[in-house]
């Protein structure tokens, strides 16, 4: 392995979903839901596949169909005119859309700012692209992870690139607030920044919180890299269907990486995807109101074991303290957790570069059927 990857080893998700199944213990570590999406939009798969659409290599940019559904739907939702020849790009999940944005708007040496803690695959393909990283942490405050603003800006340097954001915020749940968004959006245009939006979660919001579009603010329109995925928004983790929109000139650019990373992306579920990004209203309002509900269920479990509960506005994911139990090491508790009580969870230090700042922290994914949550919550009542 070379200098670049030697730091990084096998992902946190792999290691902890195989513990899971050689323990066979509930599994609430890898984000990825236990019911697949919708009847319709897995016939509309089988449909493409029998009917030969898609079984040859699609178009690099990703097949019109689809291009021209995301530009409806980022229409429809935000208010955004997005060109489906030139604005789009479809890439294999959200994954791919990273790396090859990475790999093409990165200089080796550029400082890239991220987020921490970061959603793993960030580190990895900021030093694949031979950049630096810059972590940014979010501290938590008042029942939330809160962005730093001073401290954002005093981490632009001369050398900074780029910003890489994550909103709603794997693995906080925090969405970032439009006063939050606005005064990233004027950094970015004073210090002449691109920024890189992760934006997979963008319909798993609650309680009010809103999610807006980084590119919707004065100013970003050509300099941000918005990405998504049908992964979380259709519960389709294995399609790898995601896509990116910004302005011609930062597309071409990601193609140019995305063409020899993949060359295309899997064809008869892009055509799935295109109709599963058209379904009515209801299907979105439908799928937030289930993980709300599976939210509440867990956090109230985690809430009655004993510990502190950071209750996410976004994702599906929730953040806990295991300080009120007495322990202090995330790493070792989600080691010990799974033969202790037979529930598998993240431990949030592994997305950190400041280790000991997220030390106390663990995620558990509510993705999952209520059964299984409060089998979950019994097992850790029981044991911790
Ligand atoms: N970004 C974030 C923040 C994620 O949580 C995930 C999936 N867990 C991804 C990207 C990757 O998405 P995909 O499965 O579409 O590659
Ligand atoms: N994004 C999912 C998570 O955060 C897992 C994706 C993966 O395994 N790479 O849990």
């Not at 995301?70 to 999940?93: I, M, N, S």
């Not at 064809?267 to 599976?294: C, I, N």
């Not at 400041?354 to 299984?372: D, I, M, Y």
Request: overall charge negative.
């Amino acid at each position: 392995l070379n200098r670049r990857l030697a730091e990084f080893g096998t992902t946190i998700f792999a290691e902890m979903s195989a513990l899971a199944l050689r323990t066979g213990s509930v599994n609430l570590g890898q984000g990825f839901p236990d019911t697949d999406g919708p009847e319709e939009v897995r016939e509309a798969a089988v449909r493409a596949l029998r009917d030969g659409r898609g079984n040859q290599y699609p178009p690099g940019p990703g097949v019109p169909e689809l291009r021209t559904a995301v530009a409806a739907h980022q229409k429809r939702r935000y208010g955004l005119t997005v060109d489906p020849d030139t604005e789009v790009l479809v890439t294999a999940g959200a994954t791919e859309a990273i790396a090859a944005a990475l790999l093409a708007l990165v200089e080796p040496g550029d400082e890239v700012i991220a987020l921490e803690p970061y959603y793993d695959s960030y580190a990895a393909c900021i030093a694949m692209a031979g950049g630096a990283r810059v972590p940014v942490t979010l501290r938590p405050r008042e029942g939330r992870f809160r962005l730093d603003l001073d401290e954002l800006r005093d981490a632009v340097t001369d050398r900074t690139r780029l910003l890489l954001l994550n909103t709603p915020h794997n693995p906080t749940g925090t969405v970032l607030t439009r006063g939050e968004l606005a005064a990233i959006a004027e950094l970015a245009v004073e210090r002449d920044l691109l920024v890189v939006t992760d934006e997979v979660y963008e319909h798993l919001v609650f309680d009010g919180a809103e999610h807006l579009p980084l590119s919707t603010f004065p100013g970003m329109r050509d300099r941000t890299v918005t990405i998504s995925s049908a992964g979380k928004t259709f519960s389709f983790t294995g399609w790898k269907v995601g896509w990116v929109t910004a302005a011609p000139e930062l597309v071409t650019a990601v193609r140019s990486a995305k063409q020899f990373l993949t060359y295309v992306s899997a064809g008869p579920f892009q055509y799935a995807v295109a109709e599963a990004l058209a379904l009515p209203e209801s299907y979105f309002t439908g799928f937030r109101a289930d993980m709300l509900a599976k939210r509440d269920v867990l956090a109230a479990g985690l809430e009655e074991a004993g510990l502190t509960v950071y209750r996410p506005s976004g994702t599906y994911f929730v953040t806990a303290d295991i300080r009120p139990l007495g322990e202090s090491d995330g790493i070792a508790f989600c080691r010990s957790l799974p033969e202790r009580a037979g529930v598998v969870a993240i431990p949030t230090a592994v997305f950190y570069d400041h280790r000991e700042l997220g030390a106390p922290f663990v995620r558990f994914a509510f993705c999952k059927q209520r059964s299984v949550l409060e089998e979950a919550s019994r097992r850790l009542k029981a044991a911790v």
